[in-house]
């Protein structure tokens, strides 16, 4: 026998099923009067620095159909690429910038809209700089545990030709799933769960 | 969102690699829906970079009086919500057994019949008029928590034709990385339906299914009010940092 390590097990996932909206975008789903206002729906507010930008997303199916009961949440850094949180160990984070949002699929549309800044560049591990990117969480009936991605901006090419983690991936028509161009007021990413077009998720 | 818990001093190294055999698989036919919405794809490994090491904290400014207490959070003054009434309290950890403070959870369920409060929910039982069904606290100094409810009844869905879910309640955790974030339910110690159900099952090792069964707690009853369930919540566990060449300058 050999000394025990005696760590614990992580606490298996479990869908967060249809009504995910009960508890985590309750006014989303018409519950008032409990939360003031739904967390995560403001990232931003009048002293923000940076670029301002919409984000606008859908989660696809396997057979294409937009997922009108998905939560997503987005993390990033700020416009000058520092989280806010209190493991970012580099400086403070723009205190008028949250870095968190969250938003639930319109029920009609499947369409969501982040209002945020355009991050700066972090670095990877060894000091490389990775190019901008917004790290995404997606969960919804259906999904068993939450898939994580990220997206990457259309319009930074030089940084994305640079940048570790895409450069990790095999298959390299599959990078292009991780790039969201502008149209318009917004970036648009468009979210594959499965499929010839699936978007590449990370064990992080 | 501000710090609180300064104390201790943040981590910062990268979270133990997650065990995807003790977490259910994306695909698992027997739970339909997951048919379609599982990639098919294999995930791509990355060894966590500072996008996934940090994560919000959320302050306790957060929470209103009555965010723990879904008996009256909903209900008109001097009303309650109809059910079993019960504490939920517990722990949330990390995969080295330290408490997780300043933890947010967030918790969502139906009514005592069964029935949620949500526009495409059909289910023929009725509403509670002072039942909401969200609510949410923050983690103490060692990671404990509690919060007031009432049970949750069972339901029918439509997976087989005579599916039913077992009393659960929905919880979503953040951790102190967006890593860790997690979203997992509850079940209620002695329930049949828990060992019936085809999203409880998956999870492929019954082990871990009895990690989610809340445990009737008599000791934490309040005599001739409400009784009690422990329910622990594990989060990754975080590597050490101390032979890492790092250079976040720390």
Known sequence: MVQALNRLKESPSQTAGPYVHIGLTPNFAEITGVYDRDLGDAMVNAGTKGERIGVRVRVLDGTGTPLRDALVEIWQADHAGLYNSPSERRGTADPNFTGWGRKATDMETGECLFETVKPGRVPFKDGRLMAPHITFWIVARGINLGLHTRMYFADEEAANGEDPVLARIEHRQRVATLVAARKGDAYVFDINLQGERETVFFDI | ?250
């Open chain 2, 1 to 250: 969102m501000s710090v609180e818990h300064t104390d201790r001093r943040p981590e910062t190294g990268a979270f133990f690699q997650r065990d995807r055999g003790w977490h259910p698989p994306a695909l698992t036919p027997a739970y339909k829906t997951s048919v379609l919405r599982s990639p098919q794809k294999a995930l791509l490994s990355l060894d966590n970079t500072l996008s996934e090491i940090t994560g919000p904290v959320f302050g306790h400014d957060l929470l209103g009086p009555l965010d723990d207490d879904l008996i009256h959070n909903f209900a008109k003054p001097g009303e309650s919500a109809i059910g079993e009434r019960i504490i939920v309290y517990g722990r949330v950890l990390d995969e080295r057994g330290k408490g997780v403070p300043g933890a947010l959870l967030e918790f969502w369920q139906a009514n005592a019949g069964g029935r949620y409060r949500h526009r495409k929910e059909g289910y023929l039982a009725a509403l509670d008029p002072n039942f909401g069904g969200c609510g949410r606290t923050i983690a103490d100094q060692d990671g404990g928590y509690a919060f007031r409810t009432i049970k949750p009844g069972p339901y029918p869905w439509p997976n087989g034709v005579n599916d039913w879910r077992p009393a659960h309640i929905h919880f979503s955790v953040f951790g102190h990385g967006f890593a860790q974030r997690l979203i997992t339910q509850m079940y209620f110690e002695g329930d049949p339906l828990i060992w019936l159900c085809p999203i409880v099952k998956t999870i492929p090792d019954r082990a871990a299914v009895e990690t989610l069964i809340a445990a009737l707690d008599m000791q934490a009853t309040i005599p001739m009010d409400a009784r009690a369930y422990k329910f622990d919540i594990v989060l990754r566990g975080r590597r050490s940092t101390m032979f890492e060449n790092r250079l976040e300058g720390n």
